[in-house]
């Protein structure tokens, strides 16, 4: 096979396109960067990304797909008050539209019309930050090769956050303005205008930390699921099962809890060994019996009534 031969690529993601092929003859371009869907391999040329995405990058665009999903529950529960009805069915809805927005999105990515997506294999943390890795060969020139190495990780968030804040806007209003009659009308579209601020902050934080959230939202996952469930049993006052069980919305989020729990121990897992790593999965009951078993040592009733005395 014929191939073009040029100076080597400089820097860490500059490489060679693919101008010319006919047969074992290939010409390659200059040094430069690679066109969006491609990263360069090892010899500096520039590669379509052809892959299936692995286990653990299906988990992080799950995880990133249910940051919006969990606060927009959090608002409408926030400010929908005593009004049950009107709390489920804006919970419904906020479901629909992410679950809406994410098939929409795996729809129009590449490659178009199906609900699978082709990638390009995360190898290291600075394939998220390739524009800090531009080279200056005579320190006064910067040849710019930036480029979404990690093709769709990175760009498909965006397309995604901009599908939810879309569909929010065409259906909440409407719904929220039908049953939920009983809030004020200032309560009424809060957590509405709550999202108009957390999706601003979520996607600057996939802008900055996109490659750390990938490594560290396993651990993530994890903490926040059992310090978010300590403070929910506190806060309700459980001490006992029965206190768990009297109530349906306490089981309710007693179960999203260990669901999150097993996600956060299968991501770390990568269910690499399956005979090895499913056993793990045993432990996601156990926050919640250490905390029934050592509630009584504690009593948080008694913290909670001294705290709002002002003891």
């Known amino acids: 096979m014929a191939v073009d031969i040029q100076p080597a690529c400089l820097g860490l993601y500059c490489g060679k396109t693919l101008l010319f092929k006919n047969g074992s003859t290939e010409i390659y371009g200059e040094c430069g960067v690679c066109p969006r869907g491609q990263r360069t391999n090892a010899q500096k040329y520039c590669q379509p990304c052809a892959e299936s995405p692995e286990l653990y990058d299906w988990l992080y665009l799950g995880f990133m797909a249910m940051l919006p999903l969990v606060l927009h529950w959090f608002f409408i ?11 489920l069915f804006q919970h419904i809805t906020a479901l629909f539209e992410c679950s809406m927005a994410a098939v929409i999105t795996l729809l129009v990515s590449d ?36 480029h979404e190495a990690v093709y769709p990780l990175y760009t498909i968030v965006f397309i995604y956050y901009a599908f939810c804040l879309v569909l929010m806007m065409l259906l909440r209003p409407l719904l929220v303005k039908k049953i939920a009659c009983g809030l ?19 996607t600057v934080l996939q802008a900055v930390g996109g490659g750390l959230l990938y490594y560290a939202f396993p651990y993530i996952i994890l903490v926040l699921s ?3 469930l300590a403070v929910y049993m506190s806060a309700s006052e459980i001490e006992n099962c029965y206190d768990l069980l009297v109530r349906k919305k306490r089981l309710i989020v007693l179960f999203s809890h260990w669901l999150l729990h097993a996600y956060g121990i299968i991501s770390i897992s990568r269910v690499d060994k399956l ?3 499913l056993p793990l999965l045993a432990l996601v009951p156990t926050p919640a019996l250490f905390y029934l078993f050592t509630a009584k040592f504690t009593e948080p009733s008694r913290i909670l009534s001294e705290g709002a005395n002002g003891h």
């Open 77 to 87: 529960e926030w400010y929908s008050g005593k009004k049950s009805s009107s709390a």
């Open 111 to 146: 490659p178009v019309g199906v609900l699978y997506i082709r990638s390009c294999r995360v190898l290291m943390l600075s394939d998220w930050y390739t524009m800090l890795y531009n080279p200056s060969p005579d320190y006064v020139t910067t040849v710019h090769c930036t």
């Open 184 to 202: 004020g009308k200032s309560d009424r579209f809060k957590s509405i205008y709550a999202a108009l601020y957390f999706f601003p902050i979520l």
């Open 226 to 228: 059992l310090v978010t």
């Open 275 to 277: 005979e090895q790593d």
